[in-house]
């Protein structure tokens, strides 16, 4: 894609900044038609080192109103970004709705930075985690527009050679943490083939000559401003976003009957959960010692225990390493972003474990069985979800997804003893009863749940919860099971 | 304040496990009120090492709601955080109305060990600057409540050896960042004083013996449900919550006339400014280099022209180090933390730039005149920002803030041109006319506000602002001027 585009060079006569002038009158309307239609937009400006990013992007922003966009300087990952997964530190920065990110620099610099003479590699499995990325955001009705400002090797050895007697930019150039004199021929293939892969119908790049600023200048607005444009069309036109295939339901997974496999006396229980206990904290260390972070998900019926559970685990651990992120609906300003948004905000830190209470799989069950959100929201939220868990993965952490699974009839005992216990009585909600009723329509968003998210890296754990004790016990079981697995595969 | 709570230690007759055990059941019901009533809560259990802080905070989070609680260990600050003002990390996880922060160790940990060797300095400056971000919390309606947990030294050592010996134990020990075995009596009397200082009305320690973990468990339940429950019939009884003396307003100082210093034609204007523009960005290098900090706030009459004046200096600097954040009204989590949370969560990091369009003195403009807080709230402003400006003093940035002041005959010739003119027309709303009716109520708000907030480490600079062009030119030069004396004052 690099190779023609310094052939089209700009013609001398034309004067280009008289060109721009318009079109940056016509970016604040824009903005402000971009905000009423609660449009999420990321711009990437990308391109070689001294091809002119920082000055575009300063031009850019000059006629945006400040309370819509936020620009985003993309270098050298601070340490709470460096230990998180690649795409934590872009993911939290996701635009609201209506509102502008605009990235001078983003993760293809970084990947191509931090995975230096490992080219190879990059193209291996990045590339598709990329796109995965990317059109998560474009399905959600996002607009990501990308720019490449392109010099010739010529032209950059000019521009290093003044920035080096301009005090003010040389400064900067030796702070980075790569040798751009050097990359030009290295890189050059290596981007072309980025960024033809990488240029997908909804997210396309835009190759820019950046040689004459002016003329750079006026092409960066008019792409902006021609995307801009058609996205607004398109959403007052009501143009359905659609353009990931849903998986096909009903897989004709079915649950099992939640016996339980073993049934405890009391005593067998407090001792036998007293011995888990004791191993959870030492593997609690372990994690910590090997930097390795734990993601356990509860999932189950209303009344399956999951709440029990969770206070039995946390019971042995030190509470300086755990963290329990209970899920409810998601609050205004959540509700702004992406759906796996709040998600990436509350994982843990290396070494640290989360305990999700309720997940993002809210999505695909009380999301999908309420209506709350539309079809093609929850149909694809299956992929997004596998897509993100896969991400979790590669990072290094260990996954523990549970199912607690209770009949109905044991289901309406306790709800039954709730209400008969004063203490425990307002945990009990005309709601719970509503969605009782829906029982067989929960079962079988369970079921396709189940059978499209039980992935080889992030397997599901079905507890049989119709005995409380045995069902906490598999769950210490499966936690521990997991845990030493990790570690036995580091040694 | 520690000597004599040993001596108080609990009979070996009493079951403090079954005089817990009714506080534990209560606390549940103590959270759903508090969450009712909207108060903000922080927990901070400080203590000595091997005092059992962890179990504690373990056994008191067993029983509250996950949903309404955070707990914070605080060790040693991330990157991110060591780099910032002192309070800032504790000033960002503050809780939300009706939300309990439980601190696993808090500031006074930090500050003793931030502060090794030096602990007359601690005294003569941090003591105080502890007691404002305290008295902040609880002018604002919040409860803070202080534990200490107390051992003998004796009891220390004995614990310590057991550890040793517990490998879950002793690799946390051997990973905190102090030497906790030697600190016993080298900090015996600074920690005893700390404590007296800071046992304030508001905020009172109670210092509770640690060496029987039940009893300890059982006062702490009994102080936190004491404390909470006189909150929740102070709050029910609309108790005013007025504890801090607001300063006598009317001081007598009135602005001056916004007459030009200096009538610049356009091409003076234009050779000035560029040729300041040059020394911005000159100096923005330095700051970086230097790593100090710059906030610059504007405040003005509507349509004094501060939104022109901020892009006219944004035009000359790099937009990697430099945001603009366009203040209005907080938004709904926002609204739900202290008045000045939002502001704290906006601060550069050092050597970067932030420019504030309308600030933290919103709070003593527009909320006061338009009677959108409390009097109380505003009139503890005044103090409120004094003590943040000094925070962000003492941390090393620059601070520049601007009134930029028209008369009332310029501003309608403003309007009215803003009306005419089809670009600019969506500027002007009823509101501002509204705003512009009440000019001398503001004029009033104004001079309080300059002459009880211009302080030697922050002073104002009223910029006369009739002529734009003079104007702006005043602004670059006082950020000049401000950066320079900075630098000086380093060499």
Same mark, same amino acid.
């Given at each position: 894609?690099l190779?023609?585009?310094l052939?089209?060079?700009?013609?001398?006569?034309?004067?280009?900044?008289?060109?721009?002038?318009?079109?940056?009158?016509?970016?604040?309307?824009?903005?402000?038609?971009?905000?009423?239609?609660?449009?999420?937009?990321?711009?990437?400006?990308?391109?070689?080192?001294?091809?002119?990013?920082?000055?575009?992007?300063?031009?850019?922003?000059?006629?945006?109103?400040?309370?819509?966009?936020?620009?985003?300087?993309v270098?050298?990952?601070?340490?709470?970004?460096?230990?998180?997964?690649?795409?934590?530190?872009?993911?939290?920065?996701t635009?609201?709705?209506?509102?502008?990110?605009?990235?001078?620099?983003?993760?293809?610099?970084?990947?191509?930075?931090e995975?230096?003479?490992?080219?190879?590699?990059?193209?291996?499995?990045?590339?598709?985690?990329?796109?995965?990325?990317?059109?998560?955001?474009?399905?959600?009705?996002g607009?990501?527009?990308?720019?490449?400002?392109?010099?010739?090797?010529?032209?950059?050895?000019?521009?290093?050679?003044?920035?080096?007697?301009?005090?003010?930019?040389?400064?900067?150039?030796?702070?980075?943490?790569?040798?751009?004199?050097?990359?030009?021929?290295?890189?050059?293939?290596?981007?072309?083939?980025?960024?033809?892969?990488?240029?997908?119908?909804?997210?396309?790049?835009?190759?820019?000559?950046?040689?004459?600023?002016?003329?750079?200048?006026? !092409? &960066?607005?008019?792409t902006?401003?021609?995307? @801009?444009? +058609?996205?607004?069309?398109? *959403? #007052?036109?009501?143009? =359905?976003?659609?353009?990931?295939?849903?998986?096909?339901?009903?897989?004709?997974?079915?649950?099992?009957?939640?016996h339980?496999?073993?049934?405890l006396?009391r005593?067998?229980?407090?001792?036998?959960?007293?011995?888990?206990?004791?191993?959870?904290?030492?593997?609690?260390?372990?994690l910590?010692?090997?930097?390795?972070?734990l993601?356990?998900?509860?999932?189950?019926?209303?009344?399956?225990?999951?709440?029990?559970?969770?206070?039995?685990?946390?019971?042995?651990?030190?509470?300086?390493?755990?963290?329990?992120?209970?899920?409810?609906?998601?609050?205004?300003?959540?509700?702004?972003?992406?759906?796996?948004?709040?998600?990436?905000?509350?994982?843990?830190?290396?070494?640290?474990?989360?305990?999700?209470?309720r997940?993002?799989?809210? !999505? &695909?069950?009380?999301?999908?069985?309420?209506? @709350?959100? +539309?079809?093609?929201?929850? *149909? #694809?939220?299956?992929? =997004?979800?596998?897509?993100?868990?896969?991400?979790?993965?590669?990072?290094?952490?260990?996954?523990?997804?549970?199912?607690?699974?209770?009949?109905?009839?044991?289901?309406l005992?306790?709800?039954?003893?709730?209400?008969?216990?004063?203490?425990?009585?307002?945990?009990?909600?005309?709601?719970?009863?509503?969605n009782?009723?829906?029982?067989?329509?929960?079962?079988?968003?369970?079921?396709?749940m189940?059978?499209?998210?039980?992935?080889?890296?992030?397997?599901?754990?079905?507890?049989?919860?119709n005995?409380?004790?045995?069902?906490?016990?598999?769950?210490?079981?499966?936690?521990?099971?997991?845990?030493?697995?990790?570690?036995?595969?580091?040694?």
């Amino acid at each position: 894609m690099l190779d023609d585009v310094l052939m089209k060079y700009p013609d001398e006569e034309t004067d280009y900044r008289e060109l721009a002038d318009p079109l940056q009158a016509e970016i604040g309307h824009i903005q402000r038609e971009i905000l009423d239609l609660k449009i999420p937009v990321m711009i990437i400006i990308e391109g070689w080192d001294a091809s002119g990013i920082s000055n575009i992007c300063n031009r850019l922003i000059r006629y945006l109103d400040p309370r819509g966009y936020r620009l985003y300087p993309v270098g050298r990952p601070k340490q709470a970004e460096a230990e998180m997964p690649f795409f934590w530190r872009f993911a939290l920065v996701t635009p609201e709705e209506g509102k502008f990110a605009i990235f001078d620099r983003a993760w293809y610099s970084r990947l191509i930075v931090e995975n230096k003479g490992n080219i190879k590699d990059i193209f291996q499995r990045k590339i598709e985690d990329i796109k995965s990325f990317e059109h998560q955001f474009s399905d959600d009705g996002g607009i990501l527009i990308k720019i490449f400002l392109h010099i010739s090797h010529k032209e950059q050895k000019k521009r290093f050679k003044e920035a080096d007697s301009d005090p003010c930019r040389s400064y900067y150039l030796k702070n980075i943490d790569w040798n751009p004199k050097k990359e030009y021929p290295e890189y050059f293939s290596v981007i072309d083939e980025i960024l033809f892969r990488t240029n997908t119908p909804k997210a396309p790049w835009e190759v820019i000559p950046s040689e004459n600023y002016e003329y750079a200048v006026y !092409r &960066v607005y008019d792409t902006v401003i021609n995307r @801009l444009k +058609s996205a607004i069309s398109e *959403k #007052r036109e009501g143009v =359905e976003n659609i353009c990931y295939e849903c998986p096909l339901l009903s897989s004709g997974y079915c649950l099992p009957e939640p016996h339980a496999p073993m049934i405890l006396d009391r005593k067998e229980y407090k001792s036998k959960k007293k011995e888990l206990g004791k191993r959870l904290l030492e593997l609690q260390v372990e994690l910590y010692k090997n930097k390795i972070p734990l993601v356990v998900l509860y999932e189950g019926w209303d009344a399956s225990g999951k709440g029990g559970a969770i206070t039995r685990l946390t019971r042995y651990l030190n509470p300086r390493g755990y963290r329990i992120e209970p899920i409810g609906p998601p609050d205004v300003k959540e509700k702004e972003r992406g759906y796996l948004w709040r998600f990436y905000n509350r994982l843990p830190r290396p070494g640290r474990i989360v305990i999700f209470d309720r997940t993002w799989y809210g !999505r &695909v069950l009380v999301e999908r069985v309420e209506g @709350l959100c +539309s079809d093609y929201d929850w *149909k #694809r939220a299956y992929g =997004e979800i596998t897509e993100f868990e896969h991400f979790i993965d590669e990072w290094g952490a260990v996954i523990v997804k549970f199912w607690i699974h209770i009949s109905k009839e044991e289901q309406l005992n306790r709800f039954r003893a709730r209400e008969a216990d004063p203490d425990k009585k307002w945990k009990i909600t005309p709601e719970d009863w509503r969605n009782r009723e829906k029982w067989d329509q929960y079962e079988e968003a369970v079921c396709d749940m189940i059978s499209l998210t039980h992935t080889p890296c992030c397997p599901w754990t079905i507890v049989s919860g119709n005995d409380k004790y045995s069902a906490r016990i598999q769950t210490f079981e499966a936690v521990i099971a997991a845990v030493e697995k990790k570690l036995k595969s580091l040694e």
